[in-house]
């Protein structure tokens, strides 16, 4: 279901990508968004907000690195194992 694919946290997107090593504009290119708007998507404190299609860009960029999130009362990321 894509509400399911979208439902990230800011933090969530700023942790999986430190995590996997990359930069805002590595994820940001990998994702087809500009660095701007995955800065505001990362400063979002609660569920991100913006364009459906950017927000499953980058959840996409970073599982193709071997992120998996989780969701539910206590939102996280790690790597996949």
Do not use: W
């Amino acid at each position: 279901m894509l509400k399911d694919r979208i439902n990230l946290t800011g933090r969530q997107i700023a942790a999986a990508r430190v995590l996997v090593g990359l930069t805002q504009a590595q994820l940001a290119g990998e994702a087809n968004i500009s660095i701007p708007t995955l800065k505001r998507m990362e400063a979002c404190r609660g569920q991100v907000s913006g364009y459906p299609n950017n927000i499953l860009g980058v959840r996409q960029a970073l599982e193709s690195h071997g992120i998996c999130f989780s969701n539910g009362e206590s939102p996280g990321v790690r790597l996949k194992g």
